[in-house]
């Protein structure tokens, strides 16, 4: 149960959002608040780690850089979300202007239908480059590119998972979730 009242049928704004308490994880899509699950199990957190080390290791000394959970992603006044992990890359050599190129979720059995419908709808909508959604219980890894304006799926349960957006970043699949269960 929240520790304020939410009203029913409103529409909520990032100015709302940034009203409620701390103490308690939200996302806001469109409009519609969504309490976000109890804080997730280990081994979603060595997943979340793993690749975010991952990454770190891959876009050091590049423009890009990765950012863990919690951190506010804002897509409109009606939308703020916050993903597992987010990497930020510099806009066309710009060092002070950032743009969101991929986004992660690990799916955990209270969130994987709001990850796979509702967030995979919005990073859609929005144009995110990719969408990488890691699914635990079937040791695989999902990624979601953006091409010709929609989203285009790849799915990797063995071998080199690749991303279009990161020039040149790969990892064996199979050893990420040997890795992370360490």
């Known amino acids: 149960m929240p520790g304020f009242a939410l009203e029913p049928d409103r529409r909520y704004t990032l100015a709302d959002y940034q009203t409620w308490p701390d103490s308690e994880r939200w996302e806001l899509i469109d409009g519609a608040a969504y309490m976000m699950s109890p804080s ?7 997943l979340i780690l793993e690749l975010a080390g ?12 990765p950012v863990v959970a919690p951190y506010d992603v804002k897509f409109d006044d009606h939308t703020v979300v916050q993903p597992d992990i987010s990497v930020w890359c510099a806009r066309h050599g710009e060092a002070t202007e950032e743009e ?3 986004v992660v979720e690990v799916l955990s059995p209270s969130s994987a239908s709001h990850d796979l419908i ?3 709808a919005l990073y859609e909508k929005h144009g995110v480059p990719e969408y990488w959604v890691v699914a635990p219980d079937e040791k695989r890894l999902i990624c979601f590119s953006f091409i010709e304006a929609k989203y285009s799926a790849a799915y990797f349960d063995a071998g080199e998972f690749k991303s279009e957006k990161l020039a040149g970043f790969s990892f064996d699949v199979e050893e990420y979730f040997k890795s992370a269960a360490e």
């Open 54 to 65: 991952i990454l770190r290791d891959f876009l050091k000394g590049k423009p890009c850089k």
């Open 118 to 120: 509702k967030k995979l």
């Open 40 to 46: 997730p199990s280990r081994g979603h957190q060595d």
């Open 100 to 102: 969101l190129s991929v």
